[in-house]
């Protein structure tokens, strides 16, 4: 496994909240990337200005130059607008649900064609306090992931690359898919667009085939059951 190519993040951001884009957590994870290169804890990587070329994103991803110019250029202003949500229990013993910002600053240098951006402190810890729990892969099995819900799910499904099984309710799942309550209500408009979608990019892109069954009350469905095998010939 090549570090260099190794993504790491903690367990608490693989279960968080947000509505980045594909562009958008590609830039993250190429930020991650230039992080560890040169960054071995908290203090270091606080106002650290981070650099992605054009010619990175074309590299990581297999896209034409024109392409990654005009993705870079459009997903500077979301990425800096860009959320991340987690739950914890407050002081009082209450579910609380706290925001954060990825990025503190953005900008793109167009006759350059590059994005610079610092992380906020607030996610700092989430990427180089490895001593906590984490989950690692390499960036080539998202690479040609091309929806926000398949690289969230294949995030969320190989935390468990041990047991091989995620079981988790439909509240949850849409909550780290950063859907909002008026997106996708309908069971059949959620599975064809978002679940099944990204489960058939998984299985069609990445190192794991992954298959899903549904948990019902009555005639509700309330979660799902994910298992995954890796493939052979990766």
């Known amino acids: 496994m090549r570090f260099l190519h190794l993504i790491v993040k903690d367990n608490a951001l ?69 959320e991340w949500g987690y739950r914890y229990i407050n002081n009082r013993g209450n579910l609380a649900v706290r925001y954060e910002r990825f990025t503190q600053s953005a900008e793109y240098v167009e006759n350059e064609a590059t994005v610079k951006f610092m992380f906020a402190n607030a996610i700092i810890p989430m990427l180089v306090e490895l001593e906590r729990a984490f989950t690692t892969y390499e960036i080539e099995q998202v690479a040609k992931l091309q929806s926000r819900y398949s ?8 935390r ?29 408009d959620f599975k064809k667009d978002v679940l099944n979608l990204a489960v058939k990019q998984i299985n069609e892109h990445t190192d794991i085939d992954v298959k899903y069954e549904q948990q019902k009350q009555g005639r509700k469905i309330v979660g799902f059951t994910f298992s995954f095998k890796q493939k052979k010939d990766k």
């Open 14 to 82: 693989i279960e968080a909240s947000h509505k980045l884009g594909e562009v958008g957590q590609r830039l993250i994870l190429l930020a991650i990337l230039k992080a560890r290169e040169f960054c071995d804890n908290i203090e270091q990587l606080k106002d650290k200005e981070l650099i992605i070329h054009a010619n990175d994103y074309i590299n990581a991803f297999n896209v034409e130059r024109q392409s990654a110019y005009k993705a870079l250029k459009q997903a500077v202003l979301g990425l800096y607008r860009a």
């Open 151 to 158: 690289m969230r799910l294949y995030e969320c499904l190989i």
């Open 160 to 188: 468990f690359k041990t047991t091989k099984i995620l079981k988790i309710s439909l509240e949850e799942l849409r909550f780290r898919l950063g859907l909002l309550s008026h997106e996708y209500i309908r069971m059949s």
